[in-house]
């Protein structure tokens, strides 16, 4: 059988899908890895980013090289800035 990528399954269908896929109507669906999505609750909605990119506010995945060019020092996590460089 062909692989559906669903954890939990209940009598309707699929209930939790795999690292890397979102739960659409009970069915599992990929992430959108062209906008360097690793994981997503939905298809515009990413929860974690591919390598070399950072979860931004929006919820979208941006190259970690903005946020180089922005940040004196970036959270642990990768997040954002902890210290802004200045604009001057």
């Known amino acids: 059988p062909q692989e559906d990528h ?5 009598s309707l269908g699929c209930i939790k899908c ?3 896929y979102y739960l659409d109507n009970y069915d599992c669906k990929r992430c959108d890895t062209s906008q360097h999505f690793s994981d997503c609750y939905n298809e515009t909605f990413a929860t974690a980013c591919e390598y070399g990119f950072y979860l931004n ?3 979208t995945c941006t190259n970690i090289t903005e946020i180089v ?4 020092h970036i959270l642990p996590d990768n997040s954002g800035c902890a210290i802004c460089k200045d604009k001057s």
Request: charged share 25%; proline share 0%.
């Open 6 to 10: 669903c954890q939990k399954r209940t």
């Open 18 to 20: 795999e690292f890397g």
């Open 57 to 59: 506010s929006n919820n």
């Open 69 to 72: 060019e922005t940040c004196f």
